[in-house]
Structures are given as C-alpha cells and as structure tokens.
C-alpha cells in the first residue's frame, strides 16, 4: 500500500508505533481522550508495517515540523521560500498545502512580525473598519499600540467595531478582505475565521495606557453604553487583583466589605487568597478564615457578584488616582 494512501489517522499510528512506547506516551499526554481512543484502536488493528512506509511516515512528519517551524519565524512565503531550496518546489508546495489545509493558517500573518509603526503607517487613513479586522488578527500588544497611536475618535470607533465584530456578517468581512488582497500581495492564504468580538478589544485595551482607554471607555458609554458595560466588566476580572502591589492592595481592602471579601476568596484559587491574607492584619486574616469555614458552600452567582463589587472598588480607586493597576501602556508609578 503506498504512503499516501494511508489516512492520516493511519499515519499518526504508524508514526507512534515508529517512535515507540517511551516517546509515544509522552505524545499522548497532549492529546484529548477521544483522540487517544482512537489512536489506540489504529495502532492495536495495526499488523505489520513496512521498513519502508515507517522511513516514509517519519519524512512526512519531518517535513511538517519543520514547515511549521518555518511558519512560527517568517510567515508561509518564508517557509515556502527555504522548503523550496530543501525538498524542491512540488514537494514544498504539497507540504505547504497539507499544513495550511490542517492548520487553517490566517490571514495578515507576516502583519503579526511586522513594526507596530510601520503597520500604523499603512492602515491609520483605512477605514475604521478595515483597521478593526486588521487589528483583531494582531497580538494584543502590537495591537495596543496601534490603537493607542490613532487619533481619539477614531480609538473609539475602531474599538467598538472590534467589539462588534461578530455580529459583523460574513460577506462585509469578505469584502474589507478582498480590498486589503488588492493592495496587499503578499496576503496568501484567506480563512474566514470568526476574530474580533467582545474578548478582543478587552485583550487590547487591558494593555494600552490609561489615558487611551479612558477615552475609549468613555466614548463607548455614549455610544453603546451596553457594549461599555459588558466591556468593563471583563477588563479587570478579581483574579487580577494579583498584578497590584501590597500598598495597593491594602488600601483596596480597607474600601472593601470583610463579608464580600470572605465570600468572594470563596471561589478564587489560593495564590490569590494567600494574596490577600498576606495583606490583612493576622486577626483580621484569621477571622475571615474562619468565617469562610462557617458559610459551607456558597452558589457560583454570589461569589461572582462579591467579586465584582470588590473589581468596581479597585477600578474607582484607580480612576480616583489611589492605585496603579500594571499595565503595559506605559511606565506609571505611584508618588
């Protein structure tokens, strides 16, 4: 049986029996449960295999690995460019295509590598349309410091499309799409992948300075004050309460109620609760200890409302100036 005739389940097995036992649990580590029942099942209806499709299934696997590597470092024209130079332009081009058909590679990858300051120079006359696609597809970061470099109505408005995205319709994302192919050559690949949306613009703003997001929050409240609401209650979440200081935090608890404080530590994972505690008086700390003993099991919705009036405090102490939260915006320090 030739080696491309093999499913790619088939060829998962083989590659598994090929690396052996030791390598192949480790493997397994990574997959999901019904991937390894699967693989599992090939293997055991596995007979024999050739010398030969073992030698061929190890190439092919080699051969993905290292276009993938290719594809991490410079984008898919990089890898083609060297898979080219090592296996030959058909053969580089038939990994190529097995791995993006797999992977559903993205567009706007080589924007992803590229100077935050020359992309701004590219897109900042776009429309605030275009700009919200091409910044959904970037890194927060990158991203952060593109909208942070526009000019204030237009931080607004390319925020709130980046919130809305998904329930932008398929065709009017198709359509940006197809403008930016025009002036863009080396875009390759397209995907219609659903980008954007709420998480987004939150991932984007929780890293510009202060002052930009302020002016995005703010605009977002006249304009979709739902939207805004829904915005900030994802952009500082009680978890995150570990990127401020002590001082910080101590002036947090002393704004907050012990009751809230104990029901909300209820649900948060013990770095955070040993956080906390480590800023509280040992008496004080004992107490709510104590009281969280006593409360027994407490509903899901009641943790989350305690922990969101304890977020609504911090958020107004860092607006009345009293705390910093980290962010990666800029060098802010308290005096």
Known sequence: MDEEEFSGLQKAAILLITLGPERSATIFKHLKEDEIEELTLEIANTRSISPTTKEAVLNEFYQVCLAQQYIAEGGIGYAKELLDKALGEDKAQEVISKLTASLQVRPFEFIRKTDPSQILNFIQDEHPQTIALILSYMAAPQASMIIGSLPPDKQSDVAKRIAMMDRTSPDVIKEVERVLERKLASLINQDYTIVGGVDSIVAILNSVDRGTEKHIMESLEI??????????????VFEDILLLDDRAIQRVLRDVDNNDLGVALKGANEEVQNVVFKNLSKRLAAMIKEDMDFMGPVRMKDVEEAQQKIVSVIRKLEDAGE?????????????
């Open 223 to 236: 304009e979709e004050p739902e939207l805004a609401d829904e915005i900030r209650k994802k952009m500082f």
């Open 323 to 335: 705390i910093v939260i980290s962010r990666g915006g800029g060098d802010e320090i308290i005096v």
